[in-house]
């Protein structure tokens, strides 16, 4: 089963041919570190917004219910669907939805087993900077994957911080801020990040999202990994590699063996994405990859 650290999977009912879940765009308080909250934007409560699993040639009806103060979409992100439901109401035949209204987004779903992201698309600028995305996944019926992880890169300015300091409080968000303060997997930031358990001799799949704005290029400590996926498409030919630039917009998946135990490393590389407000000691977008 996959598992997105520290952020729940979206549960679905089947009725007939049919996958239904239901979505809820809101503000939301998220703790990013111990006793340090930020006031967002998110879906069912959560920053990122829950996971969605689903099968290839699956039909799916997504209802999505706004709760913010202003109109809102969602854009299924590298998905193979119809005009009117890709969320782009400015150029598309597909509606925006008002606050207090619902829309359901019905399509068939035509791609492959991939890594994917939904996230709105009005308003961008400020609503997926307020942290509006989450994982959209086609799993594989088939997949003999030990260990299967989805983790989204994000990154975030907090105001009334000063440069430096951290204080246990509940912070707003700047959205259009350029200068980011906290970086996050999951919508949290180490060491209020989850470790990604493995046991010696396992198969481990990371896919990786970036809904931000930052590229981050990720690295793992203690072990080479093959690049096996590239915005939900099968590569012929894998990268190995310790590290991949994960750019806005983009999905990696990686995968690797677990031949090497120990408590490793899993962060990424640019140095002030490595702190909490550039405080002393490790932070941001940061976990570790743990042996068990």
Same mark, same amino acid.
């Given at each position: /089963?996959?598992?997105?650290? +520290?952020?729940?999977?979206?549960?679905?009912?089947?009725?007939?041919?049919?996958?239904?879940?239901?979505?809820?765009?809101? #503000?939301?308080?998220?703790? @990013?570190?111990?006793?340090?909250?930020?006031?967002?934007?998110?879906?069912?409560?959560?920053?990122?917004?829950?996971? !969605?699993?689903?099968?290839?040639?699956? &039909?799916?009806?997504?209802?999505?219910?706004?709760?913010?103060?202003? +109109?809102?979409? @969602?854009?299924?992100?590298?998905?193979?669907?119809?005009? $009117?439901?890709?969320?782009? $109401?400015?150029?598309?035949?597909?509606?925006? !939805?008002?606050?207090?209204?619902?829309?359901?987004?019905?399509?068939?779903? @035509?791609?492959?087993?991939?890594?994917?992201?939904?996230?709105?698309?009005?308003?961008?600028?400020?609503?997926?900077? /307020?942290?509006?995305?989450?994982?959209?996944? !086609?799993?594989?019926?088939? *997949?003999?994957?030990?260990?299967?992880?989805?983790?989204?890169?994000? =990154?975030?300015?907090?105001?009334?911080?000063?440069?430096? =300091?951290?204080?246990?409080?509940?912070?707003?968000? +700047?959205?259009?801020? %350029?200068?980011?303060?906290?970086?996050? /997997?999951?919508?949290?930031?180490?060491?209020?990040?989850?470790?990604?358990?493995?046991?010696?001799?396992?198969?481990?799949? !990371?896919?990786?999202?970036?809904?931000?704005? *930052?590229?981050?290029?990720?690295?793992?400590?203690? %072990?080479?990994?093959?690049?096996?996926?590239? +915005?939900?498409?099968?590569? $012929?030919? #894998?990268?190995?590699?310790?590290?991949?630039?994960?750019?806005?917009?983009?999905? &990696?998946?990686? =995968?690797?063996?677990?031949?090497? #135990?120990?408590? &490793?490393?899993?962060?990424?590389?640019?140095?002030?994405?490595?702190?909490?407000?550039?405080?002393?000691? @490790?932070?941001? /977008?940061?976990?570790?990859?743990?042996?068990?």
């Amino acid at each position: /089963m996959l598992i997105t650290p +520290d952020v729940p999977n979206l549960p679905s009912r089947v009725q007939g041919n049919v996958r239904y879940f239901e979505l809820v765009a809101q #503000p939301v308080k998220r703790e @990013i570190l111990r006793n340090v909250f930020y006031k967002g934007w998110g879906y069912n409560g959560s920053i990122p917004g829950p996971t !969605i699993l689903v099968y290839p040639g699956e &039909w799916v009806s997504i209802r999505v219910h706004n709760r913010l103060d202003e +109109d809102t979409t @969602i854009h299924w992100h590298g998905l193979d669907i119809p005009n $009117s439901m890709d969320g782009v $109401s400015e150029v598309e035949p597909t509606p925006r !939805i008002k606050p207090g209204s619902y829309f359901d987004y019905r399509f068939q779903v @035509i791609n492959p087993p991939g890594t994917h992201m939904y996230h709105t698309h009005f308003n961008v600028a400020k609503q997926e900077m /307020m942290g509006l995305s989450g994982g959209f996944i !086609i799993l594989d019926p088939n *997949d003999k994957m030990n260990r299967d992880y989805f983790v989204m890169l994000s =990154e975030f300015k907090l105001k009334g911080l000063k440069e430096g =300091e951290l204080q246990p409080g509940v912070y707003e968000i +700047d959205p259009l801020s %350029h200068e980011f303060n906290f970086f996050t /997997m999951n919508g949290r930031s180490f060491p209020n990040t989850t470790p990604l358990v493995t046991c010696q001799g396992e198969k481990v799949r !990371i896919r990786l999202a970036n809904s931000g704005r *930052d590229a981050h290029p990720i690295h793992i400590h203690g %072990h080479q990994f093959l690049v096996t996926a590239s +915005d939900g498409n099968s590569l $012929s030919s #894998p990268l190995l590699k310790n590290t991949v630039l994960v750019a806005s917009g983009e999905t &990696w998946d990686i =995968e690797f063996d677990s031949y090497n #135990p120990g408590t &490793w490393p899993f962060h990424c590389h640019i140095p002030h994405h490595n702190s909490n407000n550039l405080t002393k000691g @490790i932070g941001g /977008m940061f976990t570790t990859i743990k042996y068990i």
